[in-house]
């Protein structure tokens, strides 16, 4: 069967540093790969898609990125976190042709 | 473009009681409809899904019926349990798209 995984889970970091959130699947290939964010009593925003390695969409203009090293890995950065990137951010996948989306378990990303 | 308003919350309600969600959407192609559940402190998880009009997901007691001819697709549940509190979220992607639309969210609160 399928498994996502994210880490950290939980992440503290002051304003102005580096952000790496990692983003794993098992049992599957070529999936394609998203990263949504939610913030504090709001609803899920996509920020990026992948649809193959190397192959990244920016949903938004933002300080964010990703990268797509490897088939089944999807990683979001930035080089400096702003206030406004703390959050829930939650990595998901799907099947190439099928509609339903996976989710992981999210990472709490909390920028002081 | 696609988007997707569900019922603002929070609902709190006592076990057993009749749950409504209501949740509309808007679409430019023929989409499927979703309905995830957010326990606290998790991630996503899918509830229930419909391809096509007049389907009907159900699941864990909950159902929602895909109603072209009114944009819906309302979540009910005829009988809540305490462990039922969670946020729910409808979401939509649209035939020519990767992306899941989601609604804001809907809190629901079960008291024993």
Not at chain 1, 76 to 105: H, I, M, N
Request: with cysteine; aromatic share 12%; net charge neutral.
């Amino acid at each position: 069967s399928q498994t996502i995984h994210q880490w950290p889970a939980t992440l503290v970091q002051p304003v102005g540093s580096p952000l790496s959130l990692e983003c794993t699947v098992e049992g599957t290939s070529n999936p394609n790969l998203y990263w949504y964010r939610q913030a504090a009593g709001r609803g899920l925003q996509l920020l990026f898609y992948s649809v193959g390695i190397g192959q990244i969409s920016s949903e938004v203009p933002q300080n964010l990125s990703a990268s797509r090293p490897q088939d089944r890995q999807f990683i979001l950065s930035s080089k400096k976190l702003l206030l406004s990137d703390s959050g829930f951010y939650l990595c998901a996948w799907s099947l190439r042709g099928v509609e339903t989306q996976y989710f992981g378990p999210g990472t709490r990303l909390l920028v002081l | 473009g696609n988007s997707v308003t569900q019922m603002e919350g929070p609902v709190t309600l006592s076990e057993e009681a009749f749950l409504t969600i209501n949740c509309t959407y808007t679409a430019t192609g023929y989409p499927s409809l979703f309905w995830y559940v957010q326990y606290p402190g998790e991630g996503l998880q899918l509830l229930l899904k419909a391809t096509k009009a007049d389907d009907k997901g159900s699941n864990k007691g909950f159902e929602a019926t895909y109603r072209k001819e009114t944009t819906s697709f309302h979540l009910e549940k005829g009988s809540v349990q305490v462990s039922d509190s969670a946020v729910y979220f409808c979401a939509l992607r649209d035939s020519n798209d990767y992306k899941l639309s989601f609604g804001a969210g809907t809190t629901v609160t079960v008291r024993a």
